[in-house]
């Protein structure tokens, strides 16, 4: 349509919401039919809509791709105006309005919103809108302290926010205190599993059979029970992992130390299944050859009566022992160990109480870290910081090993007294967690030519 000879004003139509406090709950599809009314009654052409969703314009570092958009169609020409329902749906910030105003300075845009239109050429008009910009920029400012404020005294009363996909911490009501029962025994579950040797996974698996659900109502995964359980929450404690919290503990302190550094120390020292292996040492024993895993490969007999799975090395292919035989040798020789009288029970190891100090080291390091970077010109201070961080590195090293011995001490103590008729009984993931808290298995390349199966090739030394 031509009114006057003249091609109509070609608008572009831009729309947020961030939460509601603006004290504007608005929707933005409301926002854009109220938009299109602007441009019908001013004859303007409606040319793109460009939305952010949940984006608030205040954060300086806050990256709003519908704002971009839009300002990229402006450089190019493609717009003559511009319509949002309010001013501050567009601004938040005084660099963002300085923009649109450089942008006026080579184009010829018209702003409107639903309030009424813009007049950029009126320098009064100019001073108003940076006038508007700056007092909804201290609003801003000033409800951004306030709730930091708010944060920083429930904090000193042991409080946070409860948070989480599903609005509350599983295990507790949505105010973050009160405790749900059968969650926190499910909790409990969890811990003791993991205590015994099971896998994150196969704690998941098992909780998500028996139905239960996150309070966002997903299933449970192995990386959501690790965090989880990891959680200071459930010892009572602040995010920090010292402070005392508002609310009781579903795990006593001692346990949820245990639970925490086993959790840790599997995926670092152990050999544990992620992916549910259906082999007892598929991922453990190592190559003697080559140093490499060993992994499960059917043999050539595919088919036949006597086929057998084997382990085998695939990246040397030095190595292949028959797997029935080879995880009876080493599943004898675990369960050898948890009987054997030269071994006397040892109490179960307390909590570690390296909690703390790991902290402490880890604040440390990355504030070290920190410094080094910055001082980089001065030869004499970063050797002083290289070597502090070395040294605060070998101390870490030394508590995770202090860790790791503490959960193959209980996992031993746990599963003292096993038999060889229970054995096979026991969960995979078990099994494979007290070969791990044994012996690191090695498998050489066949001494001899021939059937049959050599102990003399298997190598477990004890760990």
Same mark, same amino acid.
């Given at each position: 349509?031509?009114?006057?000879?003249?091609?109509?004003?070609?608008?572009?139509?831009?729309?947020?919401?961030?939460?509601?406090?603006?004290?504007?709950?608005?929707?933005?599809?409301? /926002?854009?039919? /109220?938009?299109?009314?602007?441009?019908?009654?001013?004859?303007?052409?409606?040319?793109?809509?460009?939305?952010?969703?949940?984006?608030?314009?205040?954060?300086?570092?806050?990256?709003?791709?519908?704002?971009?958009?839009?300002?990229? @169609?402006?450089?190019?020409?493609?717009?003559?105006?511009?319509?949002?329902?309010?001013?501050?749906?567009?601004?938040?910030?005084?660099?963002?309005?300085?923009?649109?105003?450089?942008?006026?300075?080579?184009?010829?845009?018209?702003?409107?919103?639903?309030?009424?239109?813009?007049?950029?050429?009126?320098?009064?008009?100019?001073?108003?809108?940076?006038? *508007?910009?700056?007092?909804?920029?201290?609003?801003?400012?000033?409800?951004?302290?306030?709730?930091?404020?708010?944060?920083?005294?429930?904090?000193?009363?042991?409080?946070?926010?409860?948070? @989480?996909?599903?609005?509350?911490?599983?295990?507790? *009501?949505?105010?973050?205190?009160?405790?749900? +029962?059968?969650?926190?025994?499910?909790?409990?579950?969890?811990?003791?599993?993991?205590?015994?040797?099971?896998?994150?996974?196969?704690?998941?698996?098992?909780?998500?059979?028996?139905?239960?659900?996150?309070?966002?109502?997903?299933?449970? #995964?192995?990386?959501?029970?690790?965090?989880?359980?990891?959680?200071?929450?459930?010892?009572?404690?602040?995010?920090?992992?010292?402070?005392?919290?508002?609310?009781?503990?579903?795990?006593?302190? @001692?346990?949820?130390?245990?639970?925490?550094? $086993?959790?840790?120390?599997?995926? +670092?020292?152990?050999?544990?299944?992620?992916? &549910?292996?259906?082999?007892?040492?598929? =991922?453990? $024993?190592?190559?003697?050859?080559?140093?490499?895993?060993?992994?499960?490969?059917? #043999?050539?007999?595919?088919?036949?009566?006597?086929?057998?799975?084997?382990?085998?090395?695939?990246?040397?292919?030095?190595?292949?022992?028959?797997?029935?035989?080879?995880?009876?040798?080493?599943?004898?020789?675990?369960?050898?160990?948890?009987?054997?009288?030269?071994?006397?029970? $040892?109490?179960?190891?307390?909590?570690?109480?390296?909690?703390?100090?790991? &902290? &402490?080291?880890?604040?440390?390091?990355? *504030?070290? @870290?920190?410094?080094?970077?910055?001082?980089?010109?001065?030869?004499?201070?970063?050797?002083?910081?290289?070597?502090?961080?070395?040294?605060?590195?070998?101390?870490?090293?030394?508590?995770?090993?202090? *860790?790791?011995? #503490?959960?193959?001490?209980?996992?031993?103590?746990?599963?003292?007294?096993?038999?060889?008729?229970?054995?096979?009984?026991?969960?995979?993931?078990?099994?494979? #967690?007290?070969?791990?808290?044994?012996?690191?298995?090695?498998?050489?390349?066949?001494?001899?030519? =021939?059937? =049959?199966?050599?102990?003399?090739?298997?190598?477990?030394?004890?760990?």
């Amino acid at each position: 349509m031509t009114i006057a000879g003249k091609e109509p004003v070609r608008a572009a139509i831009y729309c947020r919401i961030s939460l509601a406090v603006l004290r504007d709950t608005t929707k933005v599809d409301e /926002q854009e039919a /109220q938009c299109r009314e602007v441009c019908r009654r001013r004859g303007w052409e409606v040319g793109e809509v460009f939305k952010d969703n949940s984006k608030s314009a205040w954060q300086r570092n806050r990256k709003r791709d519908g704002w971009d958009e839009m300002l990229e @169609g402006l450089r190019a020409g493609r717009f003559g105006a511009v319509v949002s329902y309010w001013g501050d749906r567009i601004v938040r910030q005084p660099r963002d309005l300085e923009d649109l105003l450089d942008l006026r300075d080579v184009r010829q845009i018209t702003f409107a919103s639903v309030a009424g239109q813009y007049d950029f050429d009126n320098k009064d008009h100019r001073m108003m809108m940076r006038w *508007e910009v700056a007092r909804a920029c201290n609003e801003s400012d000033t409800i951004s302290m306030r709730v930091s404020n708010h944060h920083t005294v429930r904090r000193a009363q042991g409080l946070v926010r409860p948070g @989480g996909r599903g609005g509350r911490a599983f295990g507790f *009501e949505t105010d973050g205190i009160t405790h749900v +029962e059968a969650e926190c025994a499910v909790i409990r579950d969890m811990a003791a599993r993991v205590l015994r040797g099971e896998t994150a996974g196969s704690v998941a698996r098992e909780a998500s059979a028996r139905g239960w659900r996150t309070p966002a109502g997903n299933e449970f #995964s192995h990386g959501t029970v690790r965090k989880m359980l990891a959680r200071p929450r459930y010892a009572g404690l602040m995010p920090d992992g010292e402070s005392a919290a508002a609310w009781e503990p579903v795990l006593d302190r @001692g346990t949820w130390e245990l639970v925490r550094l $086993a959790l840790d120390s599997k995926a +670092e020292t152990f050999g544990y299944a992620s992916n &549910a292996r259906r082999w007892l040492l598929s =991922g453990i $024993a190592a190559c003697g050859a080559c140093g490499a895993p060993l992994a499960i490969k059917p #043999s050539k007999g595919r088919g036949r009566a006597d086929y057998v799975n084997g382990y085998a090395c695939l990246a040397c292919r030095k190595v292949y022992r028959s797997a029935p035989l080879l995880d009876a040798y080493v599943g004898r020789m675990v369960v050898n160990r948890e009987n054997n009288p030269l071994n006397p029970a $040892a109490e179960a190891p307390a909590a570690p109480d390296s909690a703390a100090e790991w &902290a &402490a080291l880890a604040a440390e390091h990355a *504030e070290t @870290g920190r410094m080094a970077a910055s001082y980089s010109a001065s030869a004499g201070r970063l050797a002083l910081l290289m070597a502090r961080l070395d040294a605060i590195d070998a101390r870490m090293a030394e508590l995770r090993e202090r *860790e790791a011995d #503490s959960v193959r001490t209980r996992l031993r103590e746990t599963y003292r007294g096993v038999t060889w008729e229970q054995w096979p009984a026991l969960p995979l993931e078990v099994r494979r #967690s007290l070969v791990t808290a044994w012996f690191r298995v090695t498998v050489l390349p066949a001494s001899k030519r =021939g059937p =049959g199966f050599r102990t003399e090739d298997v190598r477990l030394d004890p760990l």
